[in-house]
């Protein structure tokens, strides 16, 4: 099970994805419901640590979020399975930042206008296929 959230200051969630099924366990207000839960918690983690990646934060049940947070404070939220160690994680935060780059240079995108672009949707995807173990 694997869920995406990326937020924007102000906790306004500007993309979100299934990166892989979640077998009929958990529904998708559920997970929107867990992550949102987390995000006081990680406000509170984030000024006792100098790293953007703040590993697990929180736990839901038999899942685990998993947080990064650049420069601007804008999150990356990862609900995930405990299968998943911390360093493709790590990788897949880092790759992450680099495609949220993208878009967040885009004279032409609002920041906290929401995602819509079908190329990024697609290229998370790869990307959470290529350093996230199979689940």
């Known amino acids: 099970m694997l869920y995406l959230v990326i937020v924007v200051p102000g906790d306004i969630p500007v993309f979100e994805t299934q ?5 009929g366990k ?9 992550v ?13 640590t100098p790293s953007l990646y703040l590993k697990q934060v929180d736990r839901f049940n038999d899942l685990q979020i998993s947080v990064y947070v ?8 990862l609900l995930h399975d405990p299968r998943c160690d911390e360093a493709s ?3 897949f935060f880092n790759d992450l930042y680099d495609l949220y780059l993208k878009i967040a240079l885009n004279p032409f995108h609002q920041r ?3 995602i819509t672009s079908p190329a990024f949707a697609d290229n998370v995807r790869a990307l959470a296929d290529r350093t996230l173990p199979k689940l």
């Open 19 to 23: 990166l892989a099924s979640n077998d």
């Open 26 to 34: 958990m529904k998708e207000d559920l997970n929107q419901f867990v």
């Open 36 to 48: 949102h839960a987390a995000l006081d918690i990680v406000d509170r983690k984030l000024w006792t």
């Open 70 to 77: 650049t420069a601007s404070h804008v999150k990356f939220m």
């Open 89 to 91: 994680i790590g990788v």
């Open 112 to 114: 906290t206008s929401p």
